[in-house]
């Protein structure tokens, strides 16, 4: 493994405080399953919530015939607040505990959806959405800390997986939600508000079975785990650059291949299913060739995925490959989620969730604007070029720490 070890131990040797009676029934085989349903639903609910208020804002502000780059300009004050708020999580659970901490902020989180709701206003929707984003990463942080905590380890590939799918479900679920009720009027937004409240009713109710991780071993800031984990958080600045990148630019590949809209569509959707679809075997494959190999098999197929999108574009081949294309880039997350809970515990693995988000949200945030630079100076091949040269250093720095076993 790269980097060090820090003194909360590397892998799950102890338990933390709340779930120390539960070790011999773990030890014996036995899966806290409450608990994990409660976590996986909190986390699905907050990514409908996510998954929703994206499009929402952005439909309102085309109505208002706001500018584009105004329109993107508010998009990224969400991830933005994602990324700032993150190296303050690992100290804030620390001083007031992870399950306080999630109910505060699934309540802030509504607060501040009802006042934007309030509001309806461009400018004053910049400091909000800014504000959203800082109270909802601790919800995603802390609840994906407690899931990696808690899974056994010789299931932790499978759940892990399939906490991934699930979630992946819940994002497209939130868009899916505004052909019902629309995107005028409060009811949107209080679907929304109501989403962001059931996150702290489910924590509220599974409280007792939550562990104390933050309080296990020393103090582990975000910067500092940088450190001790480089490979691993570049897997996830790869994972979130392929994700947004594809998804923003594949439009633009697409019509300069004279591909119809329609047919563009079709593929997204396609890539998304193959995301959520094979994330649990890709887990099962993890528990067997463990989890850096299983990164490093990701990476090489996310790669080999780049080289063959040209070549299979039009013809019948694309459809399997975009599917199969899906799962593995975002595979590349799903393994490294996996990795973080064989190697960290306690209060170095909240660090490592929130350096996750940092990561996460700093390869979103630069993925499309790099690769829509390298495209309009080369062509569409752009795309597969920049996702290429992405996953082949994944690639390459994965293999040199396999070669060294």
């Not at 505990?97 to 501040?112: D, E, I, Q």
């Not at 009713?201 to 480089?230: D, K, N, Y």
């Not at 393994?335 to 490592?352: C, D, N, Q, S, V």
């Amino acid at each position: 493994m790269t980097g060090k070890t820090v003194p909360a131990g590397r892998a799950p040797k102890r338990e933390s405080r709340n779930a120390a009676e539960d070790a011999p029934r773990a030890r014996a085989g036995a899966i806290p399953w409450a608990a994990m349903a409660g976590i996986i639903a909190t986390v699905t609910v907050f990514a409908v919530a996510q998954g929703l208020t994206y499009p929402l804002l952005s439909f309102i502000l085309e109505r208002k015939g706001t500018a584009p780059g105004l329109i993107g300009l508010s998009a990224a004050m969400t991830p933005l607040g994602f990324v700032l708020s993150a190296p303050f999580i690992p100290a804030l659970a620390r001083r007031v505990g992870g399950a306080r901490l999630t109910l505060v902020c699934a309540v802030l989180a509504a607060a501040t959806l009802a006042a934007i709701a309030a509001t309806q206003d461009v400018w004053a929707w910049m400091p909000l959405r800014f504000l959203l984003g800082c109270v909802a990463n601790p919800l995603y942080v802390v609840s994906e800390t407690w899931l990696i905590a808690i899974a056994p380890a010789e299931r932790r590939g499978r759940i892990m997986g399939l906490y991934s799918a699930v979630v992946s479900g819940g994002f497209a679920i939130g868009p899916l939600t505004l052909g019902l009720v629309g995107t005028e009027g409060w009811a949107p937004f209080l679907i929304g508000m109501a989403a962001f409240l059931l996150c702290g009713a489910i924590v509220l109710a599974v409280t007792r079975r939550l562990p104390s991780t933050a309080h296990e071993g020393e103090a582990t800031s975000v910067a500092s785990f940088f450190a001790l984990a480089p490979i691993l958080l570049f897997a996830v600045f790869t994972g979130a650059a392929f994700e947004q990148t594809l998804l923003s630019m594949i439009a633009v590949y697409g019509t300069a291949l004279g591909s119809v809209e329609t047919r563009i569509a079709a593929l997204i959707t396609t890539f998304i299913a193959g995301n959520a679809v094979l994330q649990v075997p890709l887990g099962r494959l993890a528990e067997r060739i463990g989890a850096t190999r299983g990164l490093f098999a990701c990476a090489l197929a996310s790669l080999a995925g780049c080289l063959l999108l040209s070549p299979a574009f039009d013809t019948i081949l694309i459809w399997p490959l975009v599917f199969v294309w899906g799962g593995v880039s975002f595979g590349i997350y799903t393994m490294a989620l996996i990795e973080l809970g064989e190697r960290f515990t306690g209060a170095a693995l909240i660090a490592g969730n929130a350096a996750f988000a940092l990561a996460w949200g700093i390869g979103g945030m630069s993925g499309s604007p790099v690769t829509g630079l390298v495209m309009q100076a080369i062509g569409h091949q752009g795309l597969p070029l920049t996702l290429g040269v992405l996953c082949a250093v994944l690639a390459g720095l994965l293999a040199m720490r396999v070669g060294r076993g």
